[in-house]
């Protein structure tokens, strides 16, 4: 079963990092998008967004929410001094706009252990609708969902869905605010959740 679900989470990973070429990305210059022709650009290629007008620029920040659209793929490690066993995680992430106004995220916890023993956890699929994108705002809706591919004895194996809009802001001087909205509808007998995250800050270094 654990090995069925490490192929599914294979083939998630290579739909999200397959897409449009960047080089045709390139090519389109940057323009706001709104609501009046949101139809129209469902495929439109991504493009990255220019800073802010004070010069915040739109990056991924720890622990928090993004309202904007990333193109990445990396691995983090946590660990967490706990009373007992100590916990330990590896994570891959794959972010991958498919258009301006669509985009996929996987999360894959490949690596879990407590106490020497070991674990695959849930994977989260997060798929999310860009709403509004102007210079100095990124608003979007979406949807993650929890997938039980890991097992009850570290917490896994539940499926969730979450309803979230998450927000970006250029809020002047070189600060940006971000956050998210959201509700998380679990099953496998775990409790639904209110989910609320919200940051602010400043980036010292200039950036293009």
Request: charged share 20%; net charge negative; hydrophobic share 40%.
């Amino acid at each position: 079963m654990k090995n069925r679900w490490k192929l599914i989470t294979a083939a998630l990973a290579a739909m999200v990092v397959a897409g449009v070429p960047a080089s045709a990305q390139e090519e389109a210059e940057w323009a706001p998008l709104d609501l009046d022709a949101f139809g129209s650009e469902l495929t439109d290629p991504w493009i990255p967004v220019p800073n802010g007008e004070s010069g915040a620029p739109r990056q991924g920040w720890l622990a928090t929410a993004d309202g904007f659209f990333t193109r990445e793929a990396h691995i983090a490690y946590t660990y967490v001094d706990a009373p007992g066993d100590d916990f330990h995680q590896g994570l891959a992430r794959f972010h991958y706009p498919l258009s301006r106004r669509l985009w996929a995220g996987v999360e894959v916890p490949f690596y879990q252990n407590r106490g020497g023993d070991e674990d695959f956890g849930d994977v989260t699929l997060n798929t999310q609708v860009m709403l509004a994108e102007k210079r100095n705002l990124s608003l979007n809706a979406g949807v993650g969902w929890r997938i039980p591919t890991g097992s009850r004895r570290f917490g896994n194996n539940v499926f969730a869905a979450q309803p979230q809009l998450n927000l970006w802001t250029d809020v002047g001087s070189g600060f940006s605010l971000r956050g998210r909205v959201a509700y998380e509808f679990a099953d496998s007998g775990a409790p639904d959740s209110f989910v609320m995250n919200a940051a602010i800050g400043q980036t010292f270094t200039p950036h293009d």
